[in-house]
């Protein structure tokens, strides 16, 4: 049992430090050849399937709004996003992803689903009673970091 906590604390710190300053972990490397942060490329993925504000974003992304008010700004500096007002109220800004940016938000898609799919692939090494109990385990471990 001690090893199994001493597995759990190193599986942990493991994550922390492959997640380093990024706002999410993905599976395998990013192919876009445009330098973006993950958060980012993330941001252009969700704006490519909604319409979304600033502080819609923040809390999609779990980051604060100055930190997405930061990643927008040079999204629309480096020619990715161009912004719109709300005809109803002019204090809300809309964005749209220009030509350039499609392929990116497109490239982020497939590595989320790539990264969802290598953790499909992990699973299925278990059967399906086992499987029961990984998820029971992370429930459990996730609330009691949560
Ligand atoms: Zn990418
Ligand atoms: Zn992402």
């Known amino acids: 049992m001690r090893q199994l906590a001493k597995d759990i604390d190193q599986f942990l710190n493991e994550i922390i430090l492959k997640a380093e300053n990024q706002h999410e972990i993905?599976?395998?490397?990013?192919?876009?050849?445009?330098?973006l942060t993950n958060t980012q490329e993330h941001i252009l993925?969700?704006?490519?399937?909604?319409s979304l504000t600033n502080s819609e974003l923040a809390r999609r992304l779990n980051v604060s709004q100055a930190a997405v008010t930061k990643a927008i700004k040079s999204l629309v500096k480096e020619g990715m996003l161009e912004t719109s007002?709300?005809?109803k109220d002019a204090r809300v800004v809309f964005y749209q992803l220009t030509d350039l940016a499609r392929p990116?938000?497109?490239?982020?898609?497939?590595?989320?689903?790539?990264?969802?799919?290598?953790?499909?692939?992990?699973?299925?090494?278990?059967?399906?009673?086992?499987?029961?109990?990984i998820q029971r385990f992370l429930t459990a471990l996730v609330g009691e970091i949560k």
């Open 45 to 50: 993925m969700l704006l490519s399937e909604d």
């Open 104 to 133: 990116i938000a497109e490239e982020h898609h497939h590595h989320h689903e790539h990264t969802l799919s290598t953790y499909e692939q992990v699973a299925t090494q278990f059967t399906p009673n086992e499987q029961k109990i």
């Open 85 to 87: 007002k709300d005809p």
């Open 26 to 35: 993905l599976i395998g490397h990013c192919t876009s050849d445009v330098a």
